[in-house]
């Protein structure tokens, strides 16, 4: 429980320095607000249990969003930048598309 309570409030932590950073002017989604649509992810993200479907509901829709290659090259790098802060276990997140069947190209 009060790993959950920490991974919890590293997570505002994190979110809050990112909605200070804004994002850049040619980004179609910011930083903080992919890490904040992902929340649901956050509990397989950091180990605590296994996938769901509010999950990969909200990866997909995140995943449809960023439909340029700069697009997901921002994203990749807000979430390299900000998921070991997270508690985020890069093996779990590597598995999330193919388990969510989602196509990153």
Same mark, same amino acid.
């Given at each position: ?11 505002? @932590? ?5 909605? $200070?950073? *804004?994002?850049?002017?040619?980004? =179609?989604?910011? &930083?903080?607000? /992919?890490?904040?649509? @992902? ?5 397989? $993200?950091? *180990?605590?249990?296994?996938?769901? =479907?509010?999950? &990969?509901?909200? /990866? ?46």
């Amino acid at each position: 429980m009060a790993r959950k309570v920490m991974a919890s409030s590293v997570l505002v @932590l994190a979110m809050i320095i990112l909605a $200070l950073t *804004g994002r850049p002017a040619n980004a =179609v989604i910011s &930083c903080t607000e /992919a890490i904040t649509r @992902l929340l649901p992810c956050e509990p397989y $993200l950091v *180990g605590f249990s296994d996938i769901s =479907v509010p999950c &990969c509901e909200a /990866a997909a829709s995140l995943n449809q969003q960023a439909s340029t290659k700069d697009d997901r090259k921002a994203l990749c790098q807000c979430f390299k930048e900000t998921g070991p802060g997270l508690g985020v276990k890069q093996d779990r997140a590597k598995q999330l598309p193919q388990l969510c069947n989602i196509n990153v190209p």
